[in-house]
């Protein structure tokens, strides 16, 4: 069944477009939280919570071409937001790593706060990633959106670890100047 | 802004960039493509190489069985007899080549001696005769020669060689005139009044009997 037919029974609020979805995306999305929280049984949770806000969310979106992305996104923040409340940083060593490479992304120092639009820097994140390659969006999207380890990424492109690093840590410097050039600065 | 805010901002990247990233052909796939079509180039060289091969097998073989066939089809063809008597035929010259003895018979002290070359000289010319329209034939002295068919193996007399004058594609009308070589170029010499002995066949040195008509 394809994303516009689940959609489709989400909007006559069918029940069985939620097994739908988890028979079809069920194994990434799981995957992302497991990245997340390195629990199997929290991220399972996690994942039942998308499908019930995605059932709450569709509609009014009706997301026909993009739903993975669209489920992706909320188990994806249901998973950091779980990490966040729970004050479980540190049984994430990934996670840690993770925010730890995007602490250099960041112009100025980071203990002066800033006001900003989340969407806004979204946007410049989204203009940031059309002016890469296409290899090097890749590797960026599966490092901090599917939280995919290194290893992982080197796997899944055959590419050696050396490259995929010296990659990541590039497109971090450029999204530093990136970012300080559309304003993000203390 | 921190590394939290930078992070759920990532969150909200365009769901084009996600797709990409999840279906997006790997290296590996085009490794493992280009590794298939290499495979499927090899594979096709493999088999014309090993086509080539076993052609040039069977045909070595089916050679050599030809080979091994002739040799004892020839080995069978030869009576034992004939193998023996061979060298006492063949002993003294000049003569003519023969396979049977008592079949032999002498022309002016020229032994002809008919025998399976001579057979077998004989059939060639048969056939030569019937694919053309007239056996080889040479005019002397206003009379028509015409090939026996039998090789003479005898002395050749230098001093009474003569050449034929002309070719023609029918019967010879005129002295000299013969009707197997264009080029004109052909000796012969008188071996007695009614035969004449032509070399038919400067490049193998054979010289044929040609008999008074």
């Not at chain 1, 489709?8 to 097994?19: F, G, K, Q």
């Not at chain 2, 759920?8 to 490794?31: C, E, L, P, W």
């Not at chain 2, 040799?71 to 023969?98: D, F, K, Q, R, W």
């Not at chain 2, 009379?143 to 039998?150: H, L, R």
């Amino acid at each position: 069944m394809d994303d516009s037919q689940i959609v489709e029974l989400y909007l006559s609020r069918d029940e069985s477009a939620i097994t739908q979805t988890s028979q079809k995306y069920g194994t990434k999305l799981k995957r992302i939280a497991q990245n997340v929280l390195s629990d199997a049984e929290t991220s399972k949770e996690c994942e039942n919570d998308a499908y019930l806000q995605t059932w709450n969310l569709i509609p009014p979106n009706e997301p026909r071409t993009y739903l993975f992305s669209f489920v992706g996104k909320i188990v994806r923040h249901l998973a950091i937001d779980r990490l966040r409340h729970e004050n479980r940083q540190k049984r994430s060593a990934l996670y840690c790593e993770l925010t730890d490479e995007m602490q250099e992304c960041i112009p100025g120092s980071v203990d002066v706060s800033q006001e900003f639009d989340a969407k806004e820097l979204s946007e410049c994140i989204n203009r940031f990633l059309d002016s890469c390659s296409e290899e090097q969006r890749n590797i960026f999207v599966r490092r901090y959106w599917y939280f995919d380890s290194v290893t992982e990424i080197c796997a899944k492109y055959s590419l050696p670890q050396s490259k995929v690093k010296t990659t990541l840590f590039r497109m971090r410097e450029k999204l530093k100047k990136h970012l300080a050039d559309g304003g993000f600065t203390v | 802004m921190n590394e939290h805010d930078l992070l759920d901002a990532i969150g909200g990247i365009d769901s084009k960039y996600i797709k990409n990233a999840d279906k997006t052909v790997s290296r590996h796939s085009k490794i493992a493509h280009f590794q298939r079509y290499y495979l499927a180039v090899a594979g096709l060289l493999l088999m014309v190489v090993a086509g080539i091969v076993i052609r040039n097998n069977h045909v070595t073989t089916v050679y050599e069985s030809v080979d091994e066939t002739e040799e004892i089809t020839t080995l069978e063809a030869i009576p034992e007899e004939s193998e023996e008597a061979a060298p006492e035929l063949t002993e003294g010259s000049p003569m003519l080549t023969s396979g049977n003895p008592e079949a032999s018979e002498e022309t002016d002290g020229i032994e002809a001696i008919e025998g399976n070359e001579a057979k077998a000289t004989e059939e060639s010319v048969i056939t030569e005769s019937d694919d053309s329209d007239y056996p080889a034939m040479l005019m002397y002295g206003g009379a028509i020669y015409k090939d026996s068919g039998e090789e003479y193996i005898g002395e050749i007399l230098d001093d009474g060689l003569l050449k034929v004058t002309s070719y023609t594609d029918g019967e010879p009308s005129e002295d000299g005139q013969q009707n197997f070589d264009r080029s004109a170029e052909t000796e012969y010499f008188v071996l007695n009044e009614d035969a004449i002995v032509v070399h038919i066949d400067p490049n193998e040195g054979v010289w044929r009997v040609f008999v008074r008509q």
